[in-house]
């Protein structure tokens, strides 16, 4: 089954303490990116990543680091974690940018202490 | 800022009633896609219309895309409990990008048995 995957699903941190999450695509697909969700703020893109070893920022970086070395991952670390931080966030992927269809993952709800 | 931005951002209908949304974004775009999203999961991508495209049907769904007043609107017909649900206009390739897309805020539909 075509699919985005992300773990762990729950995440309760206290500030400070390193943290990734995963997100894995079974589709071959290219391109990957990372939202985070917040009431009254919709979604806003953290990272993307055009193909293997290529990343960019998106709207909101401050605080994150991502990795692409292969081209199936593309963890989101948070090297040092806030209470800012504290939100839903979502991986997805689509074929080729950001023009094609993007299929996202179940999402990671993260609560920082 | 938010690129896209819908409207209204809450509604609330009778089983078999039509819902309309709208999204109207600031600058030039590839395209224009509209998600859906059952509380709190992953968003579901529903239909995409290019800047080339003025109307696109999906089932139950047309959408329509007025390039000159950087305006789309969502219609879903014959609306069902099952409709309820956030939904999201995207916008690709704004500002010059083809690996940004930037969401609006959504709206809230609720669709009452």
């Known amino acids: 089954e075509a699919q985005v995957t992300q773990n762990p699903r729950y995440l309760i941190t206290v500030t400070g303490k390193k943290l990734t999450v995963t997100c894995s695509q079974n589709?071959?697909?290219?391109?990957m990116s990372w939202y985070r969700q917040d009431p009254g703020l919709g979604l806003r893109q953290i990272y993307y990543s055009m193909n293997v070893e290529v990343t960019d920022k998106g709207d909101v970086p401050e605080g994150y680091k991502v990795s692409r070395k292969e081209k199936r991952n593309f963890p989101l670390i948070l090297e040092s974690p806030s209470p800012n931080q504290t939100s839903l966030y979502f991986c997805?992927?689509?074929?080729?940018?950001?023009?094609?269809?993007?299929?996202f993952g179940p999402g990671t709800r993260l609560t920082v202490l | 800022s938010q690129q896209g931005e819908e409207d209204p951002q809450a509604l609330s209908i009778q089983e078999g009633e039509n819902a309309t949304m709208n999204c109207s974004y600031k600058t030039s775009i590839n395209n224009l896609q509209w998600y859906r999203q059952n509380s709190g999961r992953g968003l579901v991508h529903l239909i995409l219309i290019r800047s080339n495209e003025r109307e696109k049907h999906s089932g139950r769904l047309r959408v329509t895309l007025d390039t000159s007043k950087k305006s789309s609107s969502l219609l879903i017909t014959a609306s069902r409990a099952a409709d309820t649900a956030s939904y999201f206009c995207a916008t690709g390739g704004s500002g010059g990008s083809n690996y940004k897309l930037t969401f609006g805020k959504g709206t809230l539909l609720t669709v009452n048995p």
């Open positions: 997805a992927s689509s074929l080729y940018a950001a023009f094609n269809e993007q299929f």
């Open positions: 589709m071959n697909h290219e391109y």
